[in-house]
């Protein structure tokens, strides 16, 4: 139960990590909440959602049958823990301005923030790396802890990451607050940067433990 509920928070912790990173929905999310206010957020993160729950099915219809295999564990892991440690790099040298983001949004003003969500996740290239690297990782270990209950375990602490990060945004942008401003956000960003190189370490010795398992070392 321990492992589990270990393994939920640290979900949320990479969830919000992705979430932070400066990208098209950030923007969009802001600029909405600033037209229509705070629950512009949310339907924001019903879009996003929709999507993942989308590709979450596509994923598991698809590589269910390598749950469970070291080789393809080893391989993940070593791709999940690479790409954290990128992630991690670029996501603490990476600097916002948010004093003219909700100027950004002129084009997509004919969409619903629903659809801007769906429509932001799926048009954002780190979307797909993410999911194909870190976030089968994940699904594979929630799986390996509990089975379904990993796997619930996993969604629901990426998920809450997403929706409390992006209602946090839309609920100061829709106040007009000075609290989300340029520097407390890089300083988040420097410590999700820290956070997430950790973790990559973490999936690498990981992978490499399996891979001295299997004798191929």
């Given at each position: 139960?321990l492992?589990?509920?270990?393994?939920?928070?640290t979900?949320f912790g990479?969830?919000?990590s992705?979430?932070?990173v400066p990208?098209?929905?950030l923007t969009?999310t802001v600029?909405?909440?600033?037209k229509?206010?705070?629950?512009?957020?949310?339907?924001?993160?019903?879009?996003h959602?929709?999507?993942?729950?989308?590709l979450?099915i596509?994923i598991?219809?698809?590589f269910?049958?390598l749950?469970?295999s070291?080789e393809?564990?080893?391989?993940?892991?070593t791709?999940g823990?690479?790409m954290l440690?990128?992630?991690?790099?670029?996501?603490?040298?990476?600097?916002?301005?948010?004093?003219?983001?909700?100027?950004r949004?002129?084009?997509?003003s004919k969409y619903g923030?629903?659809?801007?969500?769906?429509?932001?996740s799926?048009?954002?290239?780190y979307?797909?790396?993410?999911?194909?690297t870190i976030?089968?990782?994940f699904?594979?270990k929630g799986?390996e802890i509990?089975?379904l209950?990993?796997?619930?375990?996993?969604i629901?602490?990426?998920?809450?990451?997403?929706?409390g990060w992006?209602?946090t945004v839309?609920?100061?942008?829709s106040?007009e607050?000075?609290?989300?401003?340029?520097?407390?956000y890089?300083?988040?960003?420097k410590?999700c940067?820290?956070?997430?190189i950790?973790?990559?370490?973490?999936f690498?010795i990981?992978a490499?433990a399996?891979?001295?398992n299997?004798?191929?070392?």
């Open positions: 139960m492992e589990l509920i270990l393994f939920v928070l979900s990479v969830g919000l992705g979430a932070l990208g098209p929905m969009v600029s909405d909440s600033v229509k206010g705070f629950l512009a957020g949310p339907l924001m993160v019903l879009g959602f929709i999507m993942e729950f989308i979450i596509v598991l219809a698809g269910s049958w749950i469970g070291t393809i564990a080893i391989i993940i892991g791709l823990g690479i440690i990128y992630m991690g790099y670029t996501t603490a040298k990476s600097k916002i301005d948010l004093q003219n983001i909700s100027d949004d002129e084009s997509s923030s629903i659809l801007k969500g769906a429509v932001t799926i048009s954002n290239p979307f797909f790396i993410w999911w194909a976030g089968l990782a699904l594979f799986v509990a089975g209950v990993g796997l619930i375990g996993f629901v602490g990426h998920w809450s990451a997403d929706l992006f209602s839309s609920f100061f942008s106040r607050s000075k609290f989300i401003n340029a520097k407390n890089n300083i988040i960003m410590i940067g820290l956070f997430l950790l973790l990559g370490a973490y690498l990981m490499q399996n891979f001295v299997l004798g191929m070392y």
